[in-house]
Nanobody, 124 residues
Framework: VQLVESGGGSVQSGGSLRLSCAAS????????MGWFRQSPGKEREGVAT???????LYAASVKGRFAISRDNNKNTLTLQMNSLQPEDAGMYYC???????????????????WGQGTQVTVST
């Protein structure tokens, strides 16, 4: 399993970024996928997830601003982030899990495979 994130960078508050995760080495359609983030001094938290059933779930802090999508033909997971705020800054990780996967989850311990992360910085 290989997950490679891209698209991170620095933006001003209110700006947008689009993160991508290129997946390989497994049947992408069989996985539940998620985006997590970790800020300095904080625990890693689930941001958004996209299940095999086509449903998505968001953390309350990003709902209405972020949009997760997946392309099973291109083995790609995407996170569109709008109206970014300084509290959205951190390292963003793409992750996958397979056991009992259906609707996706924001529970970190379910995820078995992780990317290396891409950094997001938001300035005021």
């Amino acid at each position: 399993v290989q997950l490679v994130e891209s698209g991170g960078g620095s933006v001003q508050s209110g700006g947008s970024l689009r993160l991508s995760c290129a997946a390989s080495g497994f049947d992408f359609y069989s996985a539940c996928m998620g985006w997590f983030r970790q800020s300095p001094g904080k625990e890693r938290e689930g941001v958004a997830t996209f299940g095999r059933d086509g449903n998505s779930l968001y953390a309350a802090s990003v709902k209405g601003r972020f949009a997760i999508s997946r392309d099973n033909n291109k083995n790609t997971l995407t996170l569109q982030m709008n109206s970014l705020q300084p509290e959205d800054a951190g390292m963003y990780y793409c992750a996958a899990y397979f056991v009992d996967c259906f609707s996706g989850s924001l529970v970190e311990r379910l995820y078995s495979d992780w990317g290396q992360g891409t950094q997001v910085t938001v300035s005021t």
